[in-house]
């Protein structure tokens, strides 16, 4: 499974939304998460995969969130 | 009185005996109690009062993150309040109120928070605005979009009669067109069961019948039940209901407030006295018109004797023409609920011209001396007014008074 796949995988459990409806290129506002459920999203992530993510983090889609992921987990591992 | 008389057109439950506002009066009119043994490892039983819920019914998994129980009731309960008064978008948004009384607020969030720090875990970043005690006020307020003052009781076992009182002097004040009032309460927890049994006023389960635990007004009597839960209230002006068609259930004719100043948890005859006092005063009413007080009534040893000599206090030799319950025994203490709850049921007496009973008050005890209905509900077909009391800790005391309407 891809670290897109969790991710997505992550919202459907926690949020409830569809699978089908994320994309690579879904925003994280575009299925209805404010700046309170996006925190909590990216505190679940955290969690989920063992990282830190910056509060000042540049994440715009799905796509980068799972790009930042995989770099700080390498990043960790190195 | 003095202002707008103020109506009740709308009621909406969250109880142990079910959503219903009919069905739960029903169920308390013939006795039956939703008081159930509870069990977990390591807690001594207990016997509370459940709320059967399904969230999703009222929200989306999204809307739910970060929204305690104790929110999600009180939203469900306002909503249906607001359906069952039938109320369209004709009042303009900064006209309208929401009133909401909590003691603990989400107890659930603050327990998961400390479990999480306890072992080694991060809390979540959501904790605080999940916890804090006007969150149900606030998410109430989102729902209906409630753009005028939206504030939260926190006074113990009188809270939402604290949010009742306010919401309806708001709407006689002409503060506001259109309130509503709501009492949520969402803390069976074994960590919070066991504070409170720590305090010795949890009644001992029943080992032949958990559901008879709670016995208010016996001589073996031994305390509450914890519940949970949430009620609410849709208050607004006569003349607006009546101009839209509403069906009134009753008016609110007044309220009284005084506080022991004595003990936090020691109830206080004089104080409750002087609260039940103001309130007739208030509503105008001579003690003899009073037909029925849904009683405090928690079924501790003290409580239950110092609430009938304040009775006897103000009725005096009138006691006869009154008529007492607490319906505790049947759907235990909802705390910060209890008071929105115990007048959703004075209210529905006053509609239905039926007095619920207190369960499981056999035998009775002789210190108890107030004309309490035991057992099964009667029928009051002259029941014009009633009164809703509740005596927090703290020392705060306050009795609303609701009127019948004329006809129905």
Redesign the interface.
């Known amino acids: 499974m891809t670290t897109f796949d969790e991710v997505v995988q992550l919202i459907h459990e926690?949020?409830?939304?569809e699978s089908g409806n994320l994309s690579p290129d879904t925003t994280l506002t575009e299925?209805?998460?404010d700046s309170?459920?996006l925190?909590?999203l990216i505190?679940a992530i955290e969690?989920h995969f063992g990282v830190e993510i910056a509060d000042d983090a540049d994440i715009e889609s799905l796509k980068d969130l799972a790009t930042l992921i995989d770099e700080l987990r390498s990043a960790k591992k190195s | 009185m003095s202002g707008r008389e103020v109506v009740v057109t709308g009621l909406g439950l969250m109880s142990p005996h079910g959503n219903d506002a009919a069905t739960v009066f029903d169920e308390l009119m013939r006795g039956r109690s939703a008081i159930r043994l509870f069990e977990r490892p390591g807690l001594p039983s207990a016997v509370v009062g459940q709320v059967e819920f399904d969230a999703t019914q009222w929200f989306s998994r999204l809307q739910l993150v970060g929204v305690d129980r104790v929110s999600q009731l009180a939203v469900a309960a306002s909503e249906s309040a607001r359906r069952d008064a039938a109320w369209s978008d004709q009042y303009a948004s900064e006209r309208i109120g929401v009133f909401v009384g909590s003691g603990m607020g989400g107890a659930a969030t603050i327990d998961e928070g400390y479990t999480a720090l306890a072992a080694g875990k991060r809390a979540s970043p959501l904790t605080v605005v999940a916890s804090m005690v006007n969150a149900p006020a606030a998410h109430v307020a989102m729902r209906i979009k409630a753009h005028g003052p939206v504030l939260t009781y926190s006074v113990a076992c009188a809270s939402s009669a604290a949010a009742i009182d306010a919401a309806a002097r708001a709407v006689q004040e002409g503060d506001i067109d259109i309130a509503i009032a709501c009492g949520s309460e969402a803390l069976i927890l074994p960590n919070v069961i066991r504070a409170w049994q720590a305090l010795h006023t949890l009644a001992s389960p029943d080992a032949d019948d958990p559901s008879a635990s709670c016995r208010p007004f016996a001589a073996n009597r031994s305390g509450f039940a914890l519940s949970e839960g949430a009620a609410a209230m849709v208050l607004e002006s006569r003349a607006h209901a009546e101009s839209r068609g509403a069906r009134i259930y009753a008016a609110w004719a007044g309220s009284g407030m005084s506080c022991d100043a004595a003990h936090l948890t020691k109830p206080d005859a004089d104080g409750q006295a002087r609260a039940l006092r103001l309130a007739l005063q208030r509503s105008g009413l001579e003690p003899n018109e009073v037909g029925y007080c849904n009683a405090h009534g928690t079924a501790t040893p003290i409580g239950d004797v110092v609430e009938c000599n304040a009775l006897r206090a103000v009725w005096g030799e009138s006691i006869d023409t009154l008529r007492v319950s607490s319906t505790k025994s049947m759907h235990g203490h909802l705390l910060g609920a209890a008071g929105a709850l115990e007048a959703a049921i004075t209210v529905l007496a006053l509609y239905e011209k039926q007095i619920p009973p207190t369960a499981h008050s056999h035998p009775a005890d002789p210190a108890c001396a107030a004309p309490i209905v035991r057992g099964q509900g009667v029928d009051a077909p002259d029941l014009t007014a009633a009164i809703s009391s509740s005596f927090a800790f703290g020392g705060t005391n306050i009795v609303l008074v609701f009127r019948a309407e004329a006809s129905r």
């Open positions: 926690k949020f409830g939304v299925f209805g998460l309170l459920t925190v909590e505190f969690e």
